[in-house]
């Protein structure tokens, strides 16, 4: 256990419908990060956030993904209208920011499936 | 962009040792190394800044050649427990943004 946390572990929904992931940091952790991984690939870097501040987002990133990490606290990640392409497991991670850069903490993920 | 691993699996007996590449046809400012078990979370292994630093821990070392884009991880007497999946994260330019390679399956029978 790392100590980031991700909630819900799955979710299973139809196409077409919102869904909406939540991820805890390691409380001193400033900065946090969403990524995708589907099977038999490494993670895909979706955005990241300093603070409260988004400061990258992926130009693979459709407009139906957005993001948000208010008071710099907890991050959460909405999927409009999900397609079945966006199945995969989405992973969060934090780290401090003490050097030049930095060692990522993983939380478990959350696994979504769309029917 | 992408980086390219190789090779993609590789199967050792315990005690065997082993070597990961992450090669990458950008400019490179840190390489970062994690290990994923079926089902879990990557775990952090290392990060290599440029500048051409080795570094390790316990039998799990890399190297950085920031000349030819690329990291060498090695494994020395790989033990049950270092069977998963490693992952390099490459950061071109320091902006936190990981670019993965699709990554190594390792397997260790005893």
């Known amino acids: 256990d790392t100590g980031v946390s991700q909630d819900p572990r799955h979710k299973i929904t139809k196409r077409g419908q919102n869904v909406t992931f939540r991820c805890d940091p390691i409380?001193?952790?400033?900065?946090l990060y969403w990524y995708r991984q589907t099977l038999g690939q490494g993670p895909e870097f979706l955005t990241y956030?300093?603070?409260?501040?988004?400061?990258?987002k992926s130009r693979l990133l459709s407009d139906r993904f957005s993001a948000e990490r208010p008071k710099g606290s907890f991050s959460t990640l909405e999927i409009q209208r999900t397609e079945q392409g966006d199945s995969a497991m989405y992973l969060c991670?934090?780290?401090?920011?003490?050097?030049?850069?930095?060692?990522?903490?993983f939380g478990p993920g959350t696994r979504l499936t769309v029917l | 962009q992408q980086p390219v691993q190789s090779p993609q699996a590789v199967i050792l007996r315990e005690g065997e040792d082993a070597v990961i590449n992450c090669s990458s046809s950008k400019a490179l400012y840190s390489v970062h190394w994690y290990r994923q078990k079926h089902g879990e979370a990557p775990v952090f292994l290392m990060i290599?800044?440029?500048g051409g630093e080795q570094k390790g821990h316990d039998k799990i070392s890399a190297s950085f050649n920031e000349k030819k884009q690329q990291s060498s991880l090695y494994l020395t007497a790989s033990q049950l427990s270092y069977s998963g999946t490693y992952f390099c994260g490459t950061e071109i330019g320091s902006n936190y943004q990981l670019i993965w390679g699709a990554g190594t399956k390792l397997i260790i029978k005893p």
């Open positions: 956030f300093q603070n409260e501040a988004q400061l990258e």
């Open positions: 290599l800044l440029k």
């Open positions: 409380s001193e952790h400033n900065r």
């Open positions: 991670a934090s780290s401090l920011s003490v050097g030049p850069t930095d060692e990522q903490f």
